[in-house]
């Protein structure tokens, strides 16, 4: 059976250099005895020892070799003897050595009719490519994580299609797509003075899938100076990846911002937002929107920005139906990248299971000139989080997909532009709507912008045009904000007084004079 090469780009091997830093988790040899099956309460029973445990960071050597790896190099290691691979399982999982900016050994071990199983580790199961094998790995060095393969693109072949490396990250693709937008188990601290804490996963759980199975479940510990946790991931692959996340996680200190589901993606430029800095692609970005839906029925588009300083932006909502980075434009001719092939990158989306009650979705933009780096974080902030050593159980599904058009019931913006105007300061946005009941109206409706806009800012003029050969509403407007401060931009569509869109918003600055 041929299994695809799977190759880690340049980018996805740096964005995690900052979790790389907080030192190593220490080894775990013993495999406590459970009675019964294996399951979540067991990993919450173990999350709960780490919180009742002094916190632990011991370092384990990495040889040096393996170490001083440049992230092209590390991606040529490759597992070749996947585990499931000789029982023509639906699944099978290759593993990542220790290794670049990946030095943190994590212990992996499979669930086999509800029985833990130690996973045997041999160096003869990697492929090192064109390097030279080190003589100075050990014969127990370990994994740092995995991926899981399944017949996505080329039945009967494997591919794969979802990886956990780095902390608590993990990342999916569906049929056809590229990896982009990675998600995490849990954020603490992003973008603030006193620093990030990178939670990270320090022991998986495989399950061994039953022949004919279509979902495939994985069970992980987390672990850090200030958090414990148990995870539940069930994996389902396919034209678009569903993971269902169930999370039981304990405190061990307050933090500052507790971010549940967070996502993290890149938008280095794109449709006058970003600087450009001679690149001559049209567009460079993972994501072009986050996009948000409140409990009230409101929902919000947020066109993704690339600052020249640090900017974080806050959306209260109360029981929220969701929140994702969505990838607007699906044609090569929008980036024309050759090697990168961003149309192909997945739009993910939250969508919370139960009630999440208050809070805010939180979006942190950094400033980049670097495509291989992540600048992009979006998650929520529960309004009350837990005391220390109380359980804080919380769930949700995640979706990796292409196809936006059936995500957003409303009219919605597919596309925002940003210019400089005639006015000294002022800018031009330039909004296009279309979808839901907008799909359904003439050219000769009496759509109106309503446009608003705080901070002093000005609305200079406004005007709308409808096109007919793709059916759609372009808002146009020349705003000045004040100088020094930014202006928070909303608009939407209405018929007669009624909404007939959702809520484009924008956080504005002045032109340069």
């Given amino acids: 059976m041929k299994h695809e090469r799977a190759i880690l780009s340049t980018r996805h091997l740096r964005f995690l250099v900052q979790s790389a830093c907080l030192g190593l988790a220490f080894w775990v040899v013993a495999t406590p005895a459970f009675a019964g099956s294996f399951g979540f309460a067991q990993v919450e029973a173990k999350a709960k020892a780490l919180l009742e ?9 990495v040889p040096a070799s393996l170490q001083k790896l440049t992230p092209e190099q590390y991606a040529q290691i490759q597992d070749v003897d996947p585990l499931w691979h000789k029982q023509g399982l639906p699944f099978e999982a290759q593993f990542y050595l220790p290794g670049s900016y990946f030095d943190r050994p994590v212990v992996i071990r499979s669930i086999v ?6 996973i045997p580790f041999s160096l003869r199961h990697f492929d090192f490519g064109d390097l030279e094998v080190p003589n100075d790995l050990p014969s127990d060095l370990g994994y740092a994580g995995f991926r899981l393969l399944y017949p996505l693109n ?13 902390a608590s990250y993990f990342r999916a693709v569906g049929t056809g797509q590229i990896y982009g937008t990675s998600a995490r188990g849990l954020g603490i601290d992003t973008a603030l003075p006193s620093g990030e804490i990178f939670p990270y996963f320090k022991e998986f759980w495989l399950v061994q899938p039953q022949a004919g199975a279509t979902d495939s479940v994985v069970y992980a510990l987390l672990d850090s100076s200030v958090v414990t946790g148990a995870y539940r991931f069930t994996i389902h692959p396919g034209k678009a990846v569903t993971v269902q996340v169930e999370a039981t996680i304990y ?5 500052q911002v507790l971010e549940i589901a967070p996502l993290t993606s890149m938008y280095w430029h794109g449709k006058g937002r970003g600087p450009v800095a001679g690149d001559w692609h049209p567009q460079q970005h993972d994501s072009s929107d986050l996009v948000m839906a409140n409990g009230d029925g409101e929902w919000i588009t947020r066109p993704l920005d690339n600052p020249l300083h640090i900017q974080a932006t806050t959306y209260a909502m109360d029981r929220p139906q969701g929140f994702g980075l969505i990838q607007q434009d699906r ?3 929008a980036y024309e990248g050759l090697n990168t092939q961003y149309q192909l990158r997945p739009s993910v989306w939250v969508e ?15 400033p980049t000139n670097n495509r291989d780096m992540d600048n992009i974080d979006a998650f929520w902030v529960p309004a009350q989080q837990p005391a220390p050593g109380e359980a804080f159980h919380f769930a949700y599904q995640l979706r990796f997909f292409l196809d936006n058009a059936d995500l957003i019931p409303n009219g919605h913006p597919v596309a925002t532009y940003l210019g400089d105007g005639k006015v000294p300061g002022s800018r031009t946005m330039v909004i296009d ?17 309503i446009i608003s806009v705080d901070h002093g800012a000005k609305v200079l003029k406004q005007k709308i045009e409808w096109d007919g050969a793709r059916h759609f509403w372009r808002v146009i407007a020349d705003i000045l904000p004040v100088s020094g401060q930014p202006a928070n931009v909303r608009c939407y569509l209405a018929l007669k007084g009624q909404a007939m869109t959702d809520t484009w918003t924008y956080l504005l600055h002045a032109a340069k004079e």
Wanted: hydrophobic share 40%; aromatic share 8%.
């Fill in 251 to 255: 405190l061990r200190n307050p933090v």
């Fill in 113 to 118: 009719d509800g029985q833990v199983q130690p």
């Fill in 433 to 449: 709507f279309a979808g839901g009941a907008l799909a359904q109206l003439p050219g000769s409706a009496p759509v109106d912008a």
């Fill in 352 to 366: 919370p299971i139960g009630d999440w009650g208050k809070g805010h979705v939180k979006l942190v933009e950094l």
């Fill in 331 to 333: 044609q090569f001719s």
């Fill in 154 to 166: 080329t039945p009967p072949h494997h591919n794969e299609f979802i990886s956990f490396l780095g």
């Fill in 53 to 61: 445990a002094p916190y632990q960071a011991q370092a384990l050597p």
